[in-house]
């Protein structure tokens, strides 16, 4: 059972950048899809990004194309989310997760998440 570990958030303001950062540890991390999910507060958890095992596709919700980037290190062990740009509405906390699609359900191993606030 792999086992992540989000870290990199924090309090910036509008216009500003992030890298977030998940580590893994446990099972085989280059044989997994990986992607990114946030949750606002009173919202559902929704879909940012995803990226396959070797990387070479991604998939990126409309509202972050452009300003977000997926990346992953597979010798480190650990997926990447480069955010750029940042606006208030991506404030929530993110969560990585074991998987690939635009939906949660497929998703396993999240991990406990990283609060992102962007104060306008």
């Known amino acids: 059972q792999v086992q992540l570990v989000e870290s990199g958030g924090g309090l910036v303001q509008a216009g500003g950048s992030l890298r977030l950062s998940c580590a893994a540890s446990?099972?085989?991390?280059?044989?997994?899809?990986m992607g990114w999910f946030r949750q606002a507060p009173g919202k559902e958890r929704e879909f940012v990004t995803t990226?396959?095992?070797?990387?070479?596709?991604?998939d990126y919700a409309d509202s972050v194309k452009g300003r977000f980037t997926i990346s992953r290190d597979n010798a480190k062990k650990t997926v990447y989310l480069q955010m750029n740009s940042l606006k208030p509405e991506d404030t929530g906390v993110y969560y990585c997760?074991?998987?690939?699609?635009?939906?949660?359900?497929?998703?396993?191993?999240w991990g406990q998440g990283t609060q992102v606030t962007v104060s306008s």
């Open positions: 997760a074991v998987g690939w699609g635009r939906q949660p359900r497929p998703y396993v191993s």
């Open positions: 990226i396959n095992w070797s990387g070479g596709n991604t």
């Open positions: 446990g099972g085989t991390f280059s044989n997994y899809a």
